[in-house]
């Protein structure tokens, strides 16, 4: 009574709460409250009391982290007031955002009110003969929060803090009880969060926000105990003690209820519970009859009908009776379920034994079969941290899912054969290659757009799906541009019977070649060869197109639209023998694609294999199906990983790669991309659905390619999952690989990985799902991100899907681009960035792939194994080009410019003897795939030149002069078809070019080579 007390952060709302409160409480008392800011009328408004109240208010405008304005600050109460009783400090600043993102004067910002703001306070009020000095810390400080790591620290300051300033008051160097006290989340405080997270806070921990009555009641107690430090936590209390205290195992904890305005149980003797409670506690057939009540009333089924060892699903189970399964369980018994679990656990008798297993300390006083002293449930629950104090709940013990008499223990096996990638293609929503995909991806694009009308006009069919018939609400889609421009002839089709192919034959043929080119290889000199070609394919609806438009039925028209013609069309123009086939797994095709040609080089039925996947939509059939289905999102957006999740946006592209054995790869001086370690395929067996995914089949997925590729999964950094952001889908495949992840590490005798090091993401927030090209899709992005050495970040991830649950797993959501640090052996060795690629289908076929980054061997460890100069002189290049028209060359001859101009920027300006053998060993590079690695054509152009400057120059003024002239060569063979048969037997001529190889003779080999001469390029180089 008559105090007067100092109150920072004045302005918000915390102070405004201990305002009321003293008011309630004491007649007249002096209240000076400061903040940095002016106040706004709403705050003063708020902070006004009844004219008949003695409390006196003054607010001071003061920065308490600036020392000189802090003392002064001291100084002006105690010249006013002539004394200063107590100081609350509640002064904060939250800027949520991951550490790594923030720039150094916005974490200044967060830790200055807290950390410096103490010290001047304390500072100047030494000398004060204080009642108490209140530090308003957070429960951030102890259990960590994402994106508030700056936060967290500054309010473990003011913890570490109050013990310091505690032990002088008992020294007698300061005056006044000391406490920090680790706030929850106050309802009508200052800081706010929104309802989801609110929501989620209350299920996933059984946390809540706290009530004024509440928090005050704890403040009275905590100045009580006379305690340097109180942590205060506000909820469902058996749930706490399960999810939040087995978190900071080495703080000393005492449990001390406070009573509340509201208890959730009865009075009793806090009983200690824990991992050492027998699984008997809870008996399994008490939780079998409870499970099948529960059902049978959700059902509105007899309890006799329901079997406890049925799939649920049998019963009309589906996402939406799982959630409200869950929801009531957690109601009921304070657990933290969420639908995903139940689908893994599918069955009464399953989850019986998964909720016994997991949580038999929180549910041994519901089913225990002799009484039990029951706990006293408050909302509120302060723990002291006392050396005297021992800890309420040891920790639970966790046990291994492989104790479950299906999965049988093996032993750590050997590597498969690894598989390099020498050749990439492809062509996506917004980006026509791989490096306009890649600068999407980087700039955090969104590629997905409204569906233009050359496919179909979606104002037609636009309607409600679930009242009018063959309507949907959904008129988006991630979109390939200029999938009608195709050169038949170049392929030996003619352009009527082009018309009558699907586009996706077409795509897969033009990407094929072009993956062909890029591995390197001239396409004929795979003719005859075992190679094989596996694509992931189907129909794409272009025969329905193509009745709409009333279109004749040709002849040609069965092989043009029907699916598997698609990859016969291409082994038939290449004359490749190999196996060719297309895969139709839905949306896992391409991956499985990219499996069976791994499968097809390890068995030795193929030295080469050519895999990828091709989508393309034409038709609204399917677009109205899955609408129907509750498949695609409205709004347009695949939210991967994220709270707001509602679906996927179907999307078109195209993606190829060429495979070979690794070691043949090398041997060969073939560029490699990635290299695969393992792969596996399997299939979800009777799921809860036809179409529901199956958490148990994808983590033995998982599993089975670690297992083949031999690798340890502590060293896999990235996942590009599946991930098509739906609200169960994307927890049910992080469940698996958390699964998968912890049994690997049992089988290579390990502990559980806490750590999160591996990244998740997924492409289709991008550019979509590209169904039959997803995998492929996938595989590139990872590759890309391997050349690159980052990780681009996942969109529309925020806030994170509450059901996912990474907390203690390896895994993080990559939410922010960043650098893609190598990780380290036990020796500090950096290791090859590893990954895995997961596609799941909707019919139940899955497939994952796991990749490693290539690191180019020694210049010792090659051996001479790789093409090195021959006869040519250090700088002498020949640089050779050919099309099938003058037409085509035009355009080859501009993609290259464009290309040596972007090397030439990223090499920056040479004249250093490092760049300049940098530079010309890509010279080189160039020029021989030019000359060993593509077709020759009827149309030619060759010249001579010594580095990139000069080619680009001489590429610059072909294309504004493109005539023969003194600096290239320029022909076309038709014109010299008479003349070369006459020579083509001739040994003499032979003879001559041998001549003229050996002998630097170059303007005469370019000058034949472009009338059409045939030149073993190959005799300019040695092994």
């Known amino acids: ?146 994106g508030q790591a700056d936060y967290a620290a500054a309010n473990a300051y003011l913890d570490a803090f109050a013990h310091t300033r505690q032990a002088q008051v008992l020294e007698g160097s300061r005056q006044g009880t000391t406490v920090s006290i680790n706030w ?44 340097a430090q109180v942590i205060v936590l506000h909820g469902q209390v058996e749930r706490i003690k399960q999810r939040w205290l087995h978190r900071s195992p080495k703080l000393p904890r005492g449990a001390i209820p406070v009573k509340s305005t509201t208890h959730l149980g009865h009075e009793g003797q806090q009983e200690q519970v824990g991992g050492d409670m027998p699984l008997e506690v809870v008996p399994r057939d008490a939780l079998c009859k409870t499970l099948t009540q529960r059902v049978s009333r959700l059902l509105k089924v007899q309890v006799e009908e329901i079997d406890a060892a049925t799939d649920l699903s049998e019963y009309g189970f589906d996402s939406i009776t799982f959630t409200e399964l869950a929801n009531s369980l957690n109601q009921t018994y304070h657990l933290d379920l969420t639908p995903p679990l139940l689908f893994e656990h599918s069955s009464i008798e399953r989850l019986a034994l998964y909720l016994q297993t997991t949580y038999s300390a929180v549910l041994a006083p519901h089913f225990a079969e002799a009484p039990h002293p029951v706990a006293q449930v408050t909302q509120a629950m302060a723990l002291v941290a006392s050396e005297e104090l021992a800890p309420v709940i040891p920790l639970l013990r966790q046990r291994s899912r492989l104790a479950r008499s299906i999965v049988h223990k093996q032993e750590v096996p050997v590597a498969a054969s690894p598989i390099a990638i020498i050749g990439m293609s492809g062509c996506f929503p917004q980006a026509w290659d791989g490096e306009s995909l890649w600068s999407n991806l980087l700039e955090g694009k969104d590629c997905i757009s409204e569906i233009p009308a050359s496919r179909w006009d979606w104002q037609t069919y636009f309607g409600d799906p679930t009242t009018e018939e063959n309507k949907t609400n959904i008129k988006w889609a991630g979109i390939v541009e200029g999938i009608e421009t195709f050169d038949p002839l170049f392929f030996g089709i003619s352009p009527h019977e082009a018309e009558q192919m699907d586009p996706q034959q077409r795509l897969l043929m033009m990407y094929v070649w072009k993956a062909i080119e890029d591995a390197g290889y001239d396409a004929s000199s795979l003719s005859g060869t075992n190679t094989a070609l596996f694509v992931g394919t189907a129909s794409s609806g272009y025969s329905e197109m193509l009745s709409r438009a009333g279109r004749v039925i040709e002849g040609s028209s069965s092989t043009s639209q029907v699916p598997s013609v698609g990859p016969s069309r291409m082994s038939y123009f290449l004359n490749l023998h190999g196996p060719s086939e297309p895969i139709e797994t839905a949306c896992s095709s391409s991956l ?67 495979l070979k054995r690794l070691d043949l790869a090398e041997q060969d001086g073939d560029h490699i991309y990635g290299v695969i370690l393992g792969s596996a395929e399997n299939h979800g067996g009777r799921a809860s659905s036809l179409t529901a995914p199956n958490p148990r089949a994808q983590a033995d997925l998982l599993i089975a390619a670690y297992r083949k590729a031999g690798i340890d999964p502590r060293t896999v950094s990235y996942i590009e999952a599946h991930g098509t952001g739906t609200p169960l889908g994307d927890p049910i495949e992080i469940n698996g690989l958390k699964t998968a992840w912890s049994e ?27 169904e039959l090209a997803a995998g492929v899709a996938g595989v590139i992005k990872v590759l890309l991100q391997m050349q690159h050495k980052m990780l681009v970040k996942s969109l529309h991830c925020e806030p994170i899907n509450p059901y996912i649950q990474l907390e203690g797993s390896p895994f993080y959501i990559v939410q922010e681009s960043q650098e893609w640090e190598t ?75 464009a290309w040596v101009r972007t090397q030439m920027q990223a090499q920056g300006p040479l004249g250093s003897a490092g760049s300049e053998i940098v530079s010309d060993q890509r010279l080189q590079d160039l020029t021989y795939t030019l000359q060993v690695g593509r077709e020759a054509m009827e149309e030619r152009l060759a010249m001579l030149v010594s580095g990139f400057s000069e080619l680009e120059e001489k590429l610059s003024r072909f294309l504004q002069e493109p005539q023969e002239g003194g600096d290239w060569y320029r022909g076309q063979v038709s014109r010299h078809k008479e003349t070369l048969s006459l020579f083509r037997a001739d040994e003499e001529l032979q003879e001559a070019i041998d001549k003229w190889l050996k002998r630097g003779k170059y303007e005469k080999l370019l000058q034949g080579w472009v009338k059409g001469l045939t030149i073993d390029w190959k005799q300019l180089y040695r092994e």
């Open 744 to 770: 690997l590490a049992q089988t290579v005798g390990m502990g559980p990985i806490q750590e999160a090091v591996c990244g998740i993401g997924s492409i289709k927030s991008n550019i979509g799902h590209l």
């Open 592 to 658: 499985v694609a990219i499996h069976r040609g791994v499968n097809a080089i390890e068995s030795g039925e193929s030295a080469l294999a050519i895999v990828g996947g091709v989508n393309i939509l034409v038709s609204p059939e399917q677009h109205i199906s899955f609408s129907k289905a509750g498949m695609l999102c409205e709004d347009g957006r695949c939210k991967a990983f994220g709270a707001s999740a509602n679906g996927y946006v179907r999307g078109e592209g195209v993606g190829m790669l060429v």
């Open 184 to 227: 929850p989340l106050w309802e009508e405080g200052g800081m706010q969060i929104g309802d989801e997270a609110i929501q989620m806070m209350r299920e996933r921990l059984g946390a809540e926000v706290m009530g004024t009555e509440t928090g005050m009641k704890t403040l009275y107690q905590a100045l009580d105990w006379r305690q």
């Open 823 to 897: 990780l380290r052996d036990h020796t500090g060795k950096a290791l090859p960035r590893r990954a895995g690629v997961s596609s799941f289908g909707f019919g139940g076929v899955n497939a994952h792939v796991v990749l490693e980054e290539y690191v180019p061997k020694t210049q010792a460890e090659r051996s001479g194994s790789e093409a090195l100069p021959g006869v040519l002189g250090p700088t002498q290049r020949l640089l050779v080009l050919s099309a099938r028209n003058e037409e085509q060359l035009q355009e080859q001859v501009r993609q290259l410019l």
């Open 1 to 146: 009574e008559g105090g007067c007390y100092l109150i920072s952060g004045g302005a918000g709302g915390l102070a405004r709460l201990f305002v009321q409160e003293m008011a309630r409480r004491v007649q007249a008392a002096t209240i000076i409250l400061c903040g940095r800011s002016v106040l706004s009328e709403q705050q003063r408004a708020q902070l006004e009391l009844a004219p008949s109240s003695g409390i006196h208010l003054d607010y001071q405008q003061a920065d308490v982290s600036d020392g000189p304005a802090g003392h002064a600050l001291i100084g002006r109460v105690q010249e006013r007031y002539g004394r200063l009783d107590g100081i609350i400090h509640a002064a904060g600043v939250l800027r949520d955002s991951l550490l790594l993102n923030k720039r150094p004067e916005e974490v200044r910002a967060v830790l200055a009110p807290k950390v410096l703001g103490v010290e001047v306070l304390d500072e100047a009020s030494r000398e004060i003969p204080l009642d108490f000095f209140i530090l308003c810390s957070s429960i951030s400080a102890v259990m960590g929060n994402v």
